[in-house]
């Protein structure tokens, strides 16, 4: 049976445009305490935005050990002035792995994942 999962694109297959999302997000934050995770798909090389090929969407999941994974944000983005930077304010109660998820209509769904600890 195909998976999900399947689809998803490794970085190792990225070509000149740029689609793996990367995450900023600080390495240890305080439990409950907002910090900001910056998702920016393009950073050095900036991804086209026309109607015929832009990012379409970026989610951005959290998985804390012994947990299921939940969603955190879903930013559903416009071709022409969108640009595919996006900003959300996180709280976590313990260390987790944030799972960031991009679209690309042209080049399919990319991610990436950073581990943020809970002190
Ligand atoms: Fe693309």
Not at 84 to 97: D, F, G, I, K, N
Not at 101 to 115: A, F, K, P, R
Request: charged residues 25%; negative net charge.
């Amino acid at each position: 049976m195909a998976r999900f999962g399947d689809v998803i694109i490794a970085a190792e297959h990225e070509g000149k445009e740029k689609h793996v999302p990367q995450i900023k997000a600080p390495e240890k934050v305080a439990a409950g305490e907002a910090f900001h995770v910056q998702i920016i798909v393009g950073e050095e090389v900036h991804h086209p935005n026309t109607i015929e090929h832009h990012i379409k969407w970026i989610q951005l999941f959290a998985k804390s050990e012994g947990d299921v994974v939940k969603h955190v944000a879903t930013f559903d983005l416009g071709p022409t002035y969108a640009d595919p930077r996006v900003t959300v304010s996180v709280m976590l109660e313990q260390s987790a792995t944030l799972y960031a998820l991009e679209y690309c209509n042209i080049h399919g769904v990319w991610d990436n994942s950073v581990d943020v600890a809970v002190e």
